[in-house]
């Protein structure tokens, strides 16, 4: 049996340790609040999928609606860093 690889660097580029740089990382880093605050609308959303919605519910899912345009909004006003 022949592995299947790609062997042109066009198709997939290989590069020697595969780890996002540290501008990726730093890119990562300061998106992590929005995703968290994604993941918490998310998680009040699919509470509700077998119920319906409580006052509680309600609440919960308009503060975590908060949290998100919070964050998107602390994302797009931040000062890009030079990269060195």
């Known amino acids: ?3 299947i690889a790609a062997l042109q660097d066009i198709v997939t580029p290989w590069s020697d340790g595969l780890e996002p740089s540290n501008a990726e990382l730093d890119a990562i880093e300061a998106e ?3 995703v968290l605050a994604d993941v918490e609308l998310l998680d009040a959303l699919i509470a509700l999928l077998d119920r319906p919605a409580s006052e509680f519910d309600a609440r919960r899912i308009r503060r975590a609606h908060n949290r998100v345009l919070a964050a998107r909004r602390n994302l797009a006003n931040r000062v890009p860093q030079e990269v060195a």
Do not use: E, F, L, N
């Open 1 to 3: 049996m022949k592995p």
């Open 32 to 34: 992590m609040p929005m």
